[in-house]
């Protein structure tokens, strides 16, 4: 059964910077792309970035990295320069392929719990 645990969420100032980790486990690390999501308060649920072993995709540019550490079978979310705007539940969800073919949603296989950011100004 795949597993996807979140961590790293906290509160911080606006200005600051956050490094979120999303452990994965139960598959083989490269038949998923791993993305990215967050959701603010009565706001719908938007892609933020998904990697996999063949590529990275981005739809929030600039502030937001995504990196995997492949030994570790983990996903980090790197935010710099933190806004107001950017407080949210972050999620990250596993999507069936080797590839980042969609950052919607309703396409991934498999969700973690959500950590949340509050970012203060």
């Known amino acids: 059964e795949v597993q996807l645990v979140e961590s790293g969420g906290g509160l911080v100032q606006a200005g600051g910077s956050l490094r979120l980790s999303c452990a994965a486990s139960g598959y083989i690390f490269d038949d998923y792309a791993i993305g990215w999501f967050r959701q603010a308060p009565g706001k719908e649920r938007e892609g933020v970035s998904c990697i996999s072993s063949s590529d990275v995709r981005d739809s929030v540019k600039g502030r937001f990295t995504i990196s995997s550490d492949n030994a570790k079978n983990t996903v980090y979310l790197h935010i710099n320069s933190l806004k107001p705007e950017d407080a949210a539940v972050y999620y990250c969800?596993?999507?069936?392929?080797?590839?980042?073919?969609?950052?919607?949603?309703?396409?991934?296989?498999?969700w973690g719990q959500g950590t949340q950011v509050t970012v203060s100004s």
């Open positions: 969800a596993a999507l069936w392929g080797s590839f980042c073919r969609t950052l919607r949603p309703s396409e991934y296989d498999y």
